[in-house]
Structures are given as structure tokens and as C-alpha cells.
């Protein structure tokens, strides 16, 4: 009897050791200010090596951006960043992405309900930021919600998606989406595309999401298209057909489970959760008219995709917005983290290993009810945990509320690696490189699959740099990436526990 009391404490101590925990940082600007935020994102734009936050905020009839600077320490400070936190706009999403591939993260702040529409902004670095007067040559006025960098031509320059929700979302003119090609020119200008589906229908355009999901060489477009008025109808999909015509042009996928099941999408992730090789899909559903539908997950068999039930993964109803996916735990799969609206708690699922997740209900960043719509993951303290922000939103009135910065402080021990993908003949901020890694994990081999940029989250960005996490292993076996130009790297033997850079064609530092 002895033996078996004290082999049960053993298991829960473990238990309780090895338990997700995340620590609410109550320090700091974040931690004490106040803001209406619809977007929030991790981005190291002063080029330091940490990660510092972003916010784009929101009131009516007008509210302030907020930016912040990691001055370590869990501490982050509020920074004047001249116009971008200072011009009075309604802003919803925004987007980071180093379009002039000059070593430094520029910002796409989406703006509603203004004349002024939507802004880019070029870092010159110094916390220094110079709007950029030559992106929209068409002169539209770009009222948006969301927008996305991607290169889909694969030029190696950024190029722009701006996604519009029609039905007064974001006030009028009414139009359809937006789609600026890169010129790469020293004036940083774009060309309006006018000439693909993307950008021919009006529809309530929520969030867009890239990711080569059939892994054919070129990525493709997911928006989540929710009408959140209570009904449900199919989102809008959109193959690259580069590949396929050698020039890129877009086609909506009309058939499959994906283009024809109705919801209220929101947010699209693209993710190996089973290790398998190829991509599975998740979308949150918002039904705020409604109290909240339950999310969908879909299951990729290798030449389709199958609508399936994952226990509370899809059987929990909110009012939902964000999903992040990360190995929140660093035991070699990937946890998934889903923001609510409506005063609702949070939800955070974990991945057993088996196809099943199983849901964590205690601590502070799935117990507090807010209405959630900014979350963003991200090693903000470079300890190879994965931490997350989550802000909150007052709504379409003036208002402020707290927003939550979360320290992951799980106590395992497992190992880790963070890189970081420079493009050279890509794009310089890697966004769409595929990173495989190969390790021995509890005695099997197994290899995990990332893709640049492709996690998406609700009106934002999460950390630009590819985590994994290695349980046990003390070396990684194969590192593979995969960049956008075609160019295939290979790096072999490698140590755990480290944050490394890779340079397109050269060295993993």
C-alpha cells in the first residue's frame, strides 16, 4: 500500500512539474496601460534580438497605435514612434514584413472608417518610421480589415494582401479586396492587381492567412469570411496556379470540404499536428449573433481533406477569433491557443501525441474573461519557452481595457531550437520558407514542418522565427528548409537550446 501511495505522489508531482503554466506579467507599460486593440503582434523592428509588441487600437470615432520596446526583464516600454503612434486612425490590422528587403521590418497598419485609408510605413530603424507615399499608386482609398505579406509570385519582394469586409465593417466606399504586387524599385512602389478573383467580388472579407497547403512551390489564399449575423455560409479559398501556368494568378476553390463548408471563419492556421508530413487545417468560428459557434478542424489524409471532430478542439463553443499554434510545451508537437470575444474565457488545448488534445481549464490566461481579440506567440525573453499577448477589445465604442502579457513558465526541462530565416535570392524576412527537422524523440525518429509566416492570428503576427521543440533529444539529426526561390538547404548534427540564424544558400549560425 506504502508503495503504491508513493508512487501515485510521484506521478502527480511530475504531473504538476511537467503542467503548462504561464505567468501573468502585472509590471511594465503593457501590464499598466489601457487600449482598444483589435490587433496585436510579437516583432523585433529594432533589430536587437528580442521581441518587442505592437498594438493597432482602435476607438470611433479615432484611437492610437501602440508600439513597445523589450527593455528585458519582463519590461516592455511605450515608444514614440513619430506618425505611427500619433496619427489619430480606427485601425484594425496591421502587418509586418521587410518589403524593401533592407534588413528591417516595415509596418502595413489597416485602417477604417477614414479618408486617409490604410498606410505603409518604412522602418529606417532608430524607433524611426517614414510613410511610404508610393504603394498605392492607384490612389484607392484602401478601408480594410486585415492584411497579410506574402510573396506569391516569388520574386523575391513582399507583396501586399488588404482584405475588405463589406457590410459597413469598416465604412464606405464598399469595395472588394485589395492586391499590390511588389515592384522592387528604389521608390518602394507596388501595382494594384485588379485582374484575379481575389479582388472582383464583395463579401464580409475577415482575415486572410497564406500557405502553400498542397506544398506544389507557391502560396495560396485563405480568408476567413465570416457574415456574423447568426448565419453560416462557405469562406473564400484561392489557388496559386504559378506552379501550374508559370505565371501567378488565382482561381476559388469551388469543391472540397474546405470550400464548401458554411461557418463563421475567421482565422485560417495551416499545421502538421500529427507529424505526418503534410498540413491540417483549423478555423475559428466567431457566431457572436449566436453566443458562439464551435470551431473546425480538418484532417489531412494525403489526397484530401476530411471535416473531424477533435473532442473540445471542435466541440468547445465561443465566440472565437484567434488560434496560435505553437509547442507551447516543447515536447515535439504543436498546442494550440484560441482567443474569445464576448466576455468568454480563453481556451488552450494540448496536444497528446495520439490525435486527441486535451484542454487546460486553470490559471489565470484560460480563466480571465475579456473580449479577446488580439493574440499573438512569441519567445519574447529568448529562453526557448514560447510566450503569448493577449489584448482585449471595448468594442466599436470609446473605451480602454487591460491587455494581458503571458510568461511561459513550464517547467519540463525540454529542449528547444528557435531560427531564424533570412532570405538572400528570397524574400529577407524568409516569410513562406518550409523548415523540417528531423530528431530522435522518445526513441522514434520523427520530423516536424513549419512554414515562415504561415501561423497566422487574428489581425496581427506572432513571432517571425521558427520554434521547435525537442522533448529529451540532446541533438537534432536534420534541419531542411525550403526557400521560396526553390533553393533547398541542409544542415545535419545539430545542438539543441539555441537560437540560430539561417542564411538562404550559406551557414546556420
Same mark, same amino acid.
Given at each position: ?9 510521484? +506521478? ?8 503548462? %503554466? ?11 496601460? +489601457? ?39 519582463? /519590461?516592455? $516600454?511605450?515608444?514614440? $514612434?513619430?506618425?505611427? @503612434?500619433?496619427?489619430? @486612425? =480606427? ?26 485609408? +490604410?498606410?505603409?510605413? /518604412? ?52 469595395? =472588394? ?21 481575389? @479582388? ?10 497564406? =500557405? ?30 504559378? *506552379? ?47 453566443? #458562439? ?13 476530411? *471535416? ?31 482567443? %474569445? ?14 490525435? &486527441?488534445?486535451? =484542454? ?63 532570405? *538572400?535570392? +528570397? ?12 530528431? @530522435?524523440?522518445? #526513441? ?5 514542418? /513549419?512554414?515562415?509566416?504561415? %501561423? ?28 521560396? &526561390? ?24
Amino acid at each position: 500500500m506504502m508503495k503504491y501511495l508513493f508512487t501515485a505522489l510521484l +506521478s502527480c508531482l511530475l504531473t504538476a512539474m511537467n503542467a503548462q %503554466n504561464f505567468t501573468l506579467i502585472e509590471e511594465g507599460d503593457i501590464a499598466t496601460d +489601457s487600449t482598444n486593440t483589435n490587433g496585436a503582434s510579437f516583432i523585433d523592428y529594432d533589430n536587437d534580438g528580442d521581441l518587442d509588441v505592437f498594438m493597432s487600437n482602435a476607438d470611433v470615432p479615432f484611437g492610437f497605435n501602440t508600439l513597445y520596446r523589450n527593455d528585458g526583464n519582463d /519590461r516592455f $516600454a511605450k515608444v514614440d $514612434a513619430g506618425e505611427v @503612434t500619433h496619427l489619430q @486612425t =480606427s485601425s484594425f490590422g496591421h502587418a509586418w514584413g521587410d518589403y524593401d528587403n533592407d534588413g528591417l521590418e516595415d509596418l502595413f497598419i489597416v485602417n477604417a472608417f477614414t479618408n486617409i485609408g +490604410s498606410l505603409l510605413y /518604412r522602418n529606417l530603424g532608430d524607433g524611426r518610421f517614414q510613410r511610404n507615399e508610393n504603394y498605392n499608386t492607384g490612389r484607392y482609398n484602401v478601408l480594410g480589415f486585415a492584411a497579410a505579406w506574402s510573396d506569391f509570385d516569388n520574386d523575391g519582394f513582399l507583396d501586399l494582401t488588404v482584405v475588405h469586409a463589406d457590410g459597413g465593417f469598416v465604412g464606405l466606399p464598399s469595395t =472588394s479586396n485589395f492586391l499590390f504586387k511588389n515592384n522592387g524599385d528604389s521608390f518602394g512602389s507596388f501595382t494594384s492587381v485588379l485582374t484575379t478573383p481575389i @479582388t472582383r467580388r464583395t463579401a464580409p472579407f475577415t482575415n486572410p492567412t497564406w =500557405s502553400d497547403f498542397d506544398q506544389d512551390g507557391d502560396v495560396d489564399l485563405f480568408i476567413g469570411s465570416g457574415p456574423a449575423d447568426g448565419q453560416k455560409l462557405p469562406d473564400y479559398h484561392y489557388k496559386n496556379l504559378l *506552379k501550374e501556368t508559370g505565371k501567378a494568378n488565382f482561381q476559388r476553390m469551388t469543391t472540397g470540404i474546405i470550400a464548401t463548408d458554411s461557418l463563421d471563419g475567421q482565422t485560417w492556421n495551416w499545421i502538421d499536428h500529427d507529424l505526418d508530413g503534410d498540413l491540417d487545417a483549423y478555423v475559428t468560428n466567431w457566431g457572436g449573433a449566436s453566443g #458562439g459557434f464551435a470551431n473546425h478542424f480538418y484532417q489531412n489524409t494525403g489526397d484530401t481533406l476530411l *471535416k473531424t471532430e477533435m473532442g473540445n478542439l471542435t466541440g468547445d463553443v465561443g465566440i472565437s477569433l484567434a488560434n496560435v499554434w505553437a509547442d507551447f510545451d516543447n515536447d515535439g508537437d504543436l498546442d494550440v491557443y484560441v482567443g %474569445n470575444g464576448g466576455n468568454q474565457v480563453n481556451r488552450y488545448y494540448e496536444n497528446q501525441g495520439d490525435g &486527441s488534445f486535451k =484542454s487546460k481549464t486553470t490559471g489565470h490566461f484560460v480563466e480571465a474573461k475579456k473580449n479577446t481579440w488580439g493574440v499573438s506567440a512569441g519567445d519574447y525573453n529568448n529562453d526557448g519557452r514560447i510566450d503569448l499577448l493577449v489584448t482585449n477589445k471595448t468594442g466599436y465604442v470609446r473605451g480602454k481595457d487591460v491587455n494581458y502579457l503571458y510568461r511561459n513558465d513550464t517547467d519540463n526541462g525540454f529542449n528547444w531550437i528557435l531560427i531564424k530565416c533570412v532570405g *538572400k535570392a +528570397s524574400n529577407k524576412s524568409g516569410i513562406g520558407t518550409k523548415v523540417k527537422l528531423t530528431a @530522435t524523440i522518445d #526513441g522514434a525518429t520523427v520530423t516536424q514542418y /513549419r512554414e515562415v509566416g504561415a %501561423n497566422a492570428t487574428f489581425l496581427g503576427n506572432n513571432d517571425r522565427r521558427v520554434h521547435f521543440g525537442l522533448k529529451n533529444t540532446d541533438q537534432i539529426t536534420k534541419i531542411e528548409l525550403i526557400w521560396p &526561390s526553390g533553393q533547398m538547404d541542409e544542415y545535419e548534427n545539430i545542438a539543441p537550446n539555441r537560437i540560430l540564424t539561417a542564411l538562404e544558400g550559406e551557414s546556420l549560425k
